[in-house]
């Protein structure tokens, strides 16, 4: 199957500070990656969906400016967590989507664990 | 919008049957998914039904009913290793993008 890596799958910061995160499509092109959040013994919920070559479409509540997307390439796509504060701690999880023939299917990055002290 | 709702905790016996319910409120059906997410791990694909009836996969079984937004998801011969979070997610059409539910959490035990 498709393979979506992820990277880091763990980083502890400190308040205040900036953290990217990375997901790459290894195998197939990418045009569309959706970012994902997820708190403890909660659902997986949509944080924005990133095109390729344009600006990523955010979903009602979460800050544009603080969580910033940048698809650059069919490839890769980018979350970066500015000022970063203890309540951004959560499960952030990309998905990439792929056109495989006659399926369209989105396939999950490993996540990343983001932990703000 | 989209309503999706199945049960937050279920507990089973290893080498029996457990059988996870999703119900689910859409307009424009376009599928359901289940995924199985261990705890700290992305969800990984088990099953995806867009036509009624039972879709069976080695242990795994999916079943989907679009007329009254049902799905269930049947697990046989338990294994300790199933304890997970079981994800239903549902499909408009026109998008590829699920929405989730919260999650069935099953716990297997001996």
Redesign the interface.
């Known amino acids: 199957g498709a393979v979506v890596s992820q990277h880091p799958s763990r980083v502890i910061c400190k308040s205040g500070t900036s953290v990217k995160i990375e997901c790459r499509s290894l195998d197939f092109q990418a045009t569309t990656m959706f970012w994902y959040r997820q708190f403890p013994k909660q659902s997986l919920m949509l944080m924005a969906t990133s095109n390729e070559g344009s600006k990523a479409t955010y979903e009602q509540g979460v800050e544009k400016d603080k969580f910033l997307i940048n698809h650059a390439s069919l490839t890769l796509s980018t979350l970066t967590v500015t000022s970063a504060h203890p309540e951004d701690s959560s499960f952030y999880i990309c998905s990439a989507l792929g056109d495989f023939g006659m399926n369209t299917e989105a396939f999950f990055g490993q996540g990343t664990r983001l932990t703000v002290v | 919008g989209q309503n999706i709702d199945q049960p937050t905790e279920m507990t089973a016996t290893e080498g029996a049957i457990v059988q996870i319910n999703c119900t689910y409120q859409t307009s424009g059906f376009n599928g359901l998914f289940w995924y199985q997410q261990h705890a ?6 088990l099953s995806y039904n867009v036509l009624d009836g039972l879709e069976e996969k080695g242990r795994f079984s999916s079943f989907l009913s679009r007329s009254k937004g049902y799905s269930y998801l049947l697990l046989k011969e338990l294994q300790m290793k199933d304890s997970a979070s079981y ?1 239903c997610a549902v499909r408009r059409g026109g998008s ?8 069935t ?1 099953l716990i297997v035990h001996p």
């Open positions: 700290g791990e992305a969800p990984t694909f994800l590829y993008i699920p929405t989730f539910g919260r999650g959490s």
